[in-house]
């Protein structure tokens, strides 16, 4: 969530590059805008930028607020679109950051990139290239609601991909993305339940099913009451139904976590088995605390 202060930034950017496009119409168009609309167009100049060179530039003549006779001339539009694309990128950024803040991504995660992955292994090496193939054409995974899931032991590497996926995918292409563990998903919609609860169980599921993509933690370390799987059924329906992608993220293998949630839920995710990753060697840790 921005800050502050960063809300202010976003609202003066905003403010900028609105007043930057009105100076752009009037650069190129020659069109007054409001605060010269009672002054006179006068003739058009060649008038000669010392960055982008000569061009077209339209005069107008009138008073000041103080009374006194002024003339201004359009600006170079060149200038006007790069002081624009500066906003634009400045916005962007801003954008950029408040996904992030709002992808749950964990303290512990937060310096995982694609680049410091350690694929100590060639299984490992396979499963980095998978998950940066699965960034880099994110708009086809989006447009086809292409799923994954990771299953494997844990230390492994499951959440440092999964997190640096989000980041790739939310920096390029601004994508709503959120991680979340089952259980903090099934508490959030049993919350709803509560007398005065601030949201509807409609609500919370909405938001996890409409997000461009959900990704979901320890799979299959829920209760598994039937209460349980309804809700996490109903959310992964509901986006397989809306063609939005989710990762599932599980400690156990492929087939132990299709007999915990259902083959039914993990068909839907994977398309039928087909995009799954397994990670099945020891630790990180375990190899790190070795090595000590």
């Known amino acids: 969530m921005l800050t502050i202060k960063q809300r202010e930034e976003k609202d003066s950017l905003q403010a900028k590059r609105d007043a930057l496009t009105e100076e752009l119409e009037f650069a190129v168009e020659h069109k007054k805008p409001w605060r010269w609309g009672s002054w006179e167009a006068g003739g058009v100049t060649t008038v000669s930028c010392a960055i982008h060179g000569d061009y077209e530039s339209l005069a107008l003549s009138g008073k000041s607020l103080r009374g006194a006779e002024n003339v201004v001339h359009s600006p170079c539009p060149a200038c006007i679109r790069d002081q ?100 903090r998903l099934i508490r959030a919609v049993k919350s709803t339940w509560r007398h005065n609860a601030e949201s509807s169980e409609e609500q919370v599921i909405e938001h996890f099913a409409t997000l461009d993509l959900l990704i979901i933690d320890e799979v299959g370390v829920q209760f598994g009451s039937p209460t349980e799987m309804t809700i996490l059924q109903e959310v992964i329906n509901a986006r397989y139904e809306s063609i939005l992608p989710t990762i599932l993220i599980s400690n156990l293998t492929f087939e132990q976590l299709k007999e915990t949630i259902g083959e039914r839920i993990v068909d839907r995710v994977t398309d039928g088995g087909i995009n799954k990753l397994a990670f099945s060697w020891e630790s990180f840790r375990s190899n790190r605390g070795a090595a000590a």
């Open 84 to 183: 624009i694309v500066q906003a634009e990128a400045a916005l962007r950024e801003l954008r950029v950051c408040d996904l992030l803040d709002n992808a749950g991504i964990a303290r512990r995660f937060e310096a995982c990139e694609f680049g410091n992955y350690q694929a100590i292994n060639p299984s490992a090496a396979k499963n980095l290239a998978a998950c940066q193939r699965y960034a880099a054409t994110w708009p086809e995974r989006l447009q086809a609601g292409t799923g994954l899931v990771m299953t494997g032991t844990c230390g492994t590497g499951k959440n440092h991909l999964a997190v640096s996926l989000a980041k790739k995918i939310i920096r390029d292409h601004l994508a709503k993305v959120e991680i979340t563990d089952v259980m």
